[in-house]
Every structure is written in C-alpha cells, then in structure tokens.
C-alpha cells in the first residue's frame, strides 16, 4: 500500500514563503503523477499543482506564477514552494499521487492521498 507523507506548513505571513515536502513509500513502481490539492474550510478540495513522472506540470490558476511543483523521482518525493502567499491560500494541503497521467481538478485520478498538512496565511 502507498503512503504519502506530508512535511512542512505551520503560520506564513501574508507575502511570505512555504516549502511542502512528500515522501511517498510503498510501491515497486513509479507513481505517474503527484502532487498537492487543498481545502479551505467549507469548500471542495481542489487542485493545486500535478506533476508527472516525465515532469509535465499543471496548476491551478490562482497559484500560476506564485507556486512551483517539482518531483525527484528517485526519491519518490514530490515538493510545493509557494510563494507571495495571500490570506486566500490559507487551508489544508493534501499530498496525493496516482497512476493516471492527469491527477484532475478535484482529485478525480488520483489513487492515493496524505493525511493533509494545515497552512494559515495570516494578513
């Protein structure tokens, strides 16, 4: 069984920076696509960013130019850096990863999901 596991978040200012880290353990073979959904409170949980295990990326459109996945897949780790956080980033974050190429917007392909790591962006 895969299990992902979520390491960073905490209290950011507005403005300022986060680094999310997964380690993924558990399976033989390469994940094709990781990456990070979030959840604010009383909303679906939606897409962050994906990458794929050929480094295909996709975001969400209120993170472009503001966050930035990346994948080490020798280490089956998959990382989120945010930046020029906004109050409205503030929720939980999700590790996920699946065997589809497309992890889609709510999470449709995804197969496997971490536990969540909570980021409050204060103004």
């Known amino acids: 069984q895969v299990q992902l596991v979520e390491s960073g978040g905490g209290l950011v200012q507005a403005g300022g920076s986060l680094r999310l880290s997964c380690a993924s353990s558990?399976?033989?073979?390469?994940?094709?696509?990781m990456g990070w959904y979030r959840q604010a409170p009383g909303k679906q949980r939606e897409l962050v960013a994906t990458?794929?295990?050929?480094?295909?990326?996709n975001y969400a459109d209120s993170v472009k130019g503001r966050f930035t996945i990346s994948r080490d897949n020798a280490k089956n780790t998959v990382y989120l850096q945010g930046n020029s956080l906004k109050p409205e980033d503030t929720a939980v974050y999700y590790c996920?990863?699946?065997?589809?190429?497309?992890?889609?917007?709510?999470?449709?392909?995804?197969?496997?999901w971490g536990k969540g790591t909570l980021v409050t962006v204060s103004s």
């Open positions: 996920a990863a699946g065997w589809a190429n497309s992890g889609g917007y709510y999470g449709n392909g995804i197969d496997f």
């Open positions: 558990g399976s033989t073979f390469t994940l094709n696509v």
């Open positions: 990458v794929t295990s050929g480094g295909n990326t």
